[in-house]
Structures are given as structure tokens and as C-alpha cells.
């Protein structure tokens, strides 16, 4: 049950901030996020060892970030692997919903971006809205999602992060946070600090300004017991706008 949340603001010096959360089995191995891809060059993101994909990369312009519906952990015979898709939205591949399991997709970048929530083959595709938003495997904004009831509200109301001045710490606190509505169990956190071998694996929260280069901070581990630090973002990433500037 990964989690991203979105600030997505129009003319803003920061028109993009995003917080992800990856909630995975804790025994599947994977690496961090760098440039894993050679003939993609560019790109930037974690890799899952079992499979070769992502849960989220970035390319310096846009981010993608993919989840997994309610009820399709793992893999599935005869279907391909949904770490392929944040690669894919990155390279403006079509998406084709019946290769894979049922799954929940954004990419997103300074002037908005879409999300592609897929489910028995079907696929419906959503703009990012302005404001706050929040992704769980319900979909956007899902009231569907115990995590989003409690804590999409908290996010609307806390102020935003300041990229620019390295200050996240109003996110940082609600990221780190365990708490679940009454009988929504552990999974209802936005941490989820341990539930039989599955939990909160690993975090990011990344920003592109109006101009320059991306802001990536990656936890190796849960928010709040594990620190973040600066992803280094392949020089072939850099912003079209700083070779003009």
C-alpha cells in the first residue's frame, strides 16, 4: 500500500513537491535509486533486484511513481512486471492496462502531469489536480483508503515544504507518522512500521523548481528513524532550462 502525495502549484518557484512512500515485502531486495539503466540515459531511480524495475524514477524534468491496487501484491503469471511503468511514462511509451496487474501510475512534472488508474484491464486517466492530493492504491483522493481519510486532510492543512530552504519538516512529521483510524489496523499509518514481514521500506521527497535542477532526498528505511540524504541525479538529467540559462 505505497502512498504519494502531491503539491502541485502553477507559477509557483516550486511547482512541484512530492512525498512517496514504498510499502513492500521487507525480504525483496533493492537498490537505491540511481542511473540502473544504461540505455536510458538520464534516468534516475530505485531498482528492484527480483524484477529490474522501478517503484520511481525521475529523468530531471518529470517523476513517476507507480502503486499497486488494493489485493495485487506480487507478481502475476503471464503479466509483465509494473516496475516497467514509471520507465515507460518517462519515455512517452503507450501503456497498454492488460500487460499488467491492476495498478495506480503518475507522472508528473513542473506544468502538471496524469495519473493512470488501471484495474481488470481497464484504464482511467486523471490530471494531476492543483493543491494537495494524495495517491494510495485506492486511487486519487480515494475515500476508499483509511490512510487517506486521516491523513490527506493533515497534509492540506500543514505548511507546505520549502525545497529552496531545505525545510520539510511539517511532512517529515506526518510521514513518519504510525497512527491508523480505529480498527484500520497497522497498514492504516502512513509508516507502516512492521506488519508479518511487509512494511515501509524505504522514502523520497522530491521537488522541481520553476528553474534548475530537481530536489531528491531519499530514506533508506522508514521516515522518522532513518535519515535522508540527496540522490545524485545523472548529468544527463539536467534541465534544459540551465543549458539555455
Known sequence: MCTVVLLHRPGHAWPLVLAALRDEMIA?????????WPDRPGVVGGRDRLAGGTWMASDGERVACVLNRPGTLGSRPGLRSRGELPLAALADAAIDGTAFAAFNLVCAGR????????????????????????????????????????????????????????????WLALLASTEAESGAGPRGG?????????????????????????VWLFAAGPPGRTPFRPVVLAPAAASWRDAVA
Open 28 to 36: 525483496r531486495a533493492w537498490d537505491p535509486p540511481a542511473a540502473h
Open 111 to 170: 506544468a502538471g502531469g496524469w495519473i493512470l488508474e488501471s484495474e481488470d484491464g481497464r484504464v482511467v486517466r486523471r490530471a494531476v489536480p492543483e493543491g494537495v492530493s494524495m495517491l494510495t492504491a485506492h486511487g486519487l483522493d480515494s475515500g476508499e483508503s483509511p490512510r487517506a481519510r486521516l491523513h490527506l486532510p493533515r497534509f492540506r492543512a500543514a505548511p507546505a515544504p520549502d525545497p529552496g530552504a531545505g525545510d520539510w519538516s511539517a
Open 190 to 214: 502512513m509508516t507502516i512500521a512492521s506488519d508479518h514481514g511487509y512494511g515501509t521500506v524505504c522514502a523520497s521527497l522530491f521537488a522541481l523548481p520553476e528553474r534548475g535542477q530537481p
